[in-house]
């Protein structure tokens, strides 16, 4: 099982839309969660960062971890084209100073 | 803040030859990251500084690879003898402390012909 999974997708969401990303990891003392942004040729941008169970949100994103499932997702709202790109998982699991991160989820958001 | 800087944002070299990159991290963050990204991959760890001790190292990390940080700002790695698959985006990041989010520079693009 891999530390951090994504679909690789490509996810098609019209413009206006909810987009919804999942990422799901295997090391429960993982405590810190983040996702980033990642246009094509570029370094990625942090975006959003949790590390307790529930939602938090901040503007047009908000992430959602859960803990006890080991998941945790990315929603956008009211999607844009600009928004297309490959978001990122990352978390911090334990015993390990390395961040690790997810393949990343292509996003296309269609005008 | 200026941001994390990397140098040069692109090289491309012959196999076999040696090549350094260099990165400036953000100035008040003394933990300090390597990451190699190629095409369709997330970013993979390679290796981690806290000031200038490299308290972390991929195993995947093989021995024609190097980092330093000499003085607890900016960090080098080099790669001896490059080959084709060495081919990949080179990433730094910093960070204030551990666990809190890793703010990445431009990258150092490498091709190897």
């Known amino acids: 099982q891999k530390e951090v999974e994504q679909n690789s997708g490509p996810l098609s969401v019209p413009e206006g839309a909810i987009a919804s990303l999942n990422c799901t990891y295997s090391d429960r003392g993982s405590q810190s969660f983040f996702w980033y942004r990642q246009y094509s040729g570029k370094s990625p941008e942090l975006i959003m960062f949790i590390y307790s169970n529930g939602d938090k949100e901040d503007g047009r994103f908000t992430a959602q971890l859960n803990k006890a499932s080991q998941y945790v997702s990315l929603l956008i709202r009211d999607s844009q084209p600009s928004d297309s790109a490959t978001y990122l998982c990352a978390l911090c699991p334990g015993g390990t100073y390395k961040y690790i991160f997810g393949t990343g989820t292509r996003l296309k958001v269609l005008a | 803040d200026t941001g994390v800087s990397q140098d040069p944002r692109h090289k491309i070299t012959k196999r076999g030859q040696n090549v350094t990159f260099r990165c400036d991290p953000i100035?008040?963050?003394?933990?300090l990251y390597w990451y190699r990204q190629t095409l369709g991959q997330g970013p993979e760890f390679l290796t981690y500084?806290?000031?200038?001790?490299?308290?972390?190292k991929s195993r995947l990390l093989s021995d024609r690879f190097s980092a330093e940080r000499p003085k607890g700002s900016f960090s080098t790695l080099e790669i001896q003898r490059t080959e084709q698959g060495d081919s990949a985006m080179y990433l730094c990041?910093?960070?204030?402390?551990?666990?809190?989010?890793?703010?990445f520079g431009n990258g150092t693009r490498l091709t190897v012909t």
């Open positions: 500084f806290q000031n200038e001790a490299q308290l972390e």
């Open positions: 990041a910093s960070s204030e402390e551990q666990g809190t989010p890793l703010h």
């Open positions: 100035s008040e963050h003394n933990r």
